[in-house]
C-alpha cells in the first residue's frame, strides 16, 4: 500500500514540477537518446549487468529482486539525469529526472530497511 502512495506521490510531484518549471511532458514510454556516447554505452553496461545479475539472482538467490530492480532504476535514471544535466540544461528536465530518482532511491531504502 505504502509503495502505491509513493507512486502517486511521484506522479504528482512530476506533474506539479512540470507545470510550474514549464517542462513539457516527455513520452511516457521509449528510448532515451544520449547526448554523449560514453554515457550511452554506460546505460548499455548497465542494462546487461542488471539482467546477469538478476539471472543469477533467481539461481543462487543472493538478494531480494525487488533491491536489483530498485537499484537498476536509480543506476539507469542517474545516468540519464546526467546527460540531461550536461547537455539539455535549457529544458530543465533534470530536475525532474532527479525527483524521480530520488523517490526511486526512498522506496528501495524503506524497502531494505523493512519500513514498508
Do not use: H
Not at 531480494?64 to 546527460?83: G, M, N, R, T
Amino acid at each position: 500500500m505504502y509503495i502505491l502512495i509513493m507512486l502517486v506521490a511521484a506522479v504528482l510531484v512530476d506533474f506539479i514540477l512540470r507545470k510550474v518549471l514549464d517542462i513539457p511532458r516527455s513520452k511516457f514510454w521509449g528510448k532515451y537518446e544520449y547526448e554523449s556516447l560514453a554515457l550511452g554505452r554506460w546505460d548499455k553496461y548497465v542494462t546487461i549487468a542488471f539482467v546477469l545479475f538478476l539471472v543469477l539472482d533467481m539461481i543462487f538467490m543472493f538478494v531480494e529482486p525487488y533491491i536489483v530492480s530498485c537499484l537498476f532504476l536509480v543506476a539507469a535514471i542517474l545516468l540519464k539525469s546526467i546527460d540531461e544535466w550536461k547537455y539539455k540544461q535549457e529544458t530543465k528536465e533534470y530536475i525532474t529526472s532527479f525527483v524521480q530518482m530520488g523517490f526511486f532511491l526512498t522506496a528501495f531504502v524503506l524497502l531494505a530497511n523493512g519500513i514498508v
